[in-house]
């Protein structure tokens, strides 16, 4: 499964960067192929100062070795060796009509000292952040996750988006600022192999989800990248991204794995946006599209 997985990858990260690099029309991914000392290693891909895209990194690791004691403690394990591999993305967009979106899906494997595998998951999904709200692209991102959950809930009669779409919502909540990172989209951790779930079709079903993301985002690039905007909106488009700043390094899991495995700092990293304010007690506009926005935020929303 992990080889099969890892091959999947590799693909639809040549399938995403492909897409975004059509959108942008002048900006390309550098590419860094790194090692990691204590085994495995990544292949990041970077684009910056485009002509849509301002920064976005679309990363692929496989990492393996002897599981950390931070991580032996979370797992609540004994000495393991583990295999952790994934794609992890952030595109943080030039304008502020465009929202940022990140996406991620991982498998993960525990061993005994034999080699054997003792424990195995997958995780993922994929959220959206705007800055200013077009319901339309809300629901639009929204229809996609769950087209993509319907056609693997029908076969296993568990209904997957509203159960991934409320573990969105509670996951990507900022509880410093009691209010959400997004508008949320999907987040699944630890599923493993059940009587009604093998792992064969917990791959067919997060490689579904993979699939649907350029479907789910690309759309919304394409209707509002060239609205206009103006010097205000741009800042306020910065204030809002220090929020998903602070989410990144407060309460991400993700962030946590990778500074805890060693993992190489540029690629953890590379989530974060170029150019972000912190502007004093900061409100917006009683009436406002910002207000809008972050009255919306303040609980989640079914946008279908």
Not at 213 to 222: L, M
Request: charge should be negative; charged fraction near 25%.
């Amino acid at each position: 499964m992990k080889d099969k997985f890892y091959q999947y990858i590799l693909q639809l990260q040549n399938q995403i960067t492909s897409a975004l690099e059509a959108v942008d029309g002048v900006a390309k991914f550098r590419e860094d192929i790194w090692q990691r000392p204590e085994g495995g290693g990544g292949r990041t891909r970077v684009m910056e100062n485009g002509n849509v895209f301002e920064k976005g990194g679309v990363n692929i690791s496989a990492v393996h070795g002897k599981l950390p004691e931070t991580m032996r403690q979370l797992f609540n394990v004994g000495e393991a060796d583990f295999f952790a591999c994934g794609l992890s993305l952030v595109i943080h967009p030039k304008s502020p009509m465009v929202p940022t979106v990140h996406a991620n899906w991982r498998y993960f494997e525990m061993y005994d000292d034999n080699g054997n595998v003792i424990n195995s998951w997958f995780g993922g999904g994929q959220d959206l952040t705007p800055y200013y709200l077009f319901e339309e692209d809300a629901k639009h991102f929204h229809q996609t996750c769950k087209t993509a959950c319907d056609k693997h809930s029908r076969s296993f009669g568990t209904d997957f988006y509203p159960k991934y779409k409320k573990q969105c919502d509670a996951y990507f909540w900022n509880a410093h600022r009691n209010e959400a990172r997004g508008i949320g989209g999907l987040f699944f951790d630890y599923c493993k192999a059940t009587e009604s779930m093998s792992m064969e079709d917990w791959y067919n079903f997060v490689t579904e989800v993979g699939n649907s993301f350029c479907e789910a985002y690309v759309p919304i690039v394409e209707r509002r990248k060239t609205l206009s905007y103006t010097p205000e909106q741009k800042t306020w488009q910065e204030i809002r991204r220090g929020r998903y700043v602070e989410f990144n390094l407060v309460h991400d899991k993700g962030t946590l794995f990778g500074l805890k495995t060693n993992g190489r700092i540029e690629s953890i990293l590379m989530s974060l946006p170029p150019q972000v304010q912190w502007v004093y007690d900061h409100h917006p506009e009683i009436g406002s599209e910002e207000e809008k926005l972050v009255k919306i935020l303040e609980k989640p929303i079914d946008w279908i």
